[in-house]
């Protein structure tokens, strides 16, 4: 059997009309999960094969109270 594009949208349209509105939303938000996990993998694989982050340091951050008020952040290296 051949479809057509006409056929198709028929099909599609008789799909939706077939599937609650909530399992619709959930099918739509799984979606755009799966979407997003694989473009986060995307740059991950991006970032590792570029190299740009080999030597990536984590530093760690303390502020005491009096430091609170002021807007500068001095890093030491």
Do not use: W, Y
């Not at 594009?5 to 799909?15: D, F, G, I, P």
């Not at 938000?29 to 997003?36: D, E, I």
């Not at 740059?43 to 760690?60: D, H, M, P």
Request: proline share 1%.
């Amino acid at each position: 059997m051949r479809l057509t594009n006409r056929s198709l949208v028929r099909a599609v349209r008789a799909e939706n009309r077939l599937i609650p509105k909530r399992s619709k939303q959930r099918k739509m938000q799984q979606k755009a999960l799966r979407k997003r996990q694989l473009k986060e993998q995307r740059q991950a694989r991006k970032e590792r094969l570029s190299g740009l982050f080999l030597n990536e340091e984590v530093l760690s951050l303390k502020v005491t109270e009096e430091e609170d008020h002021c807007d500068d952040v001095d890093v030491l290296m």
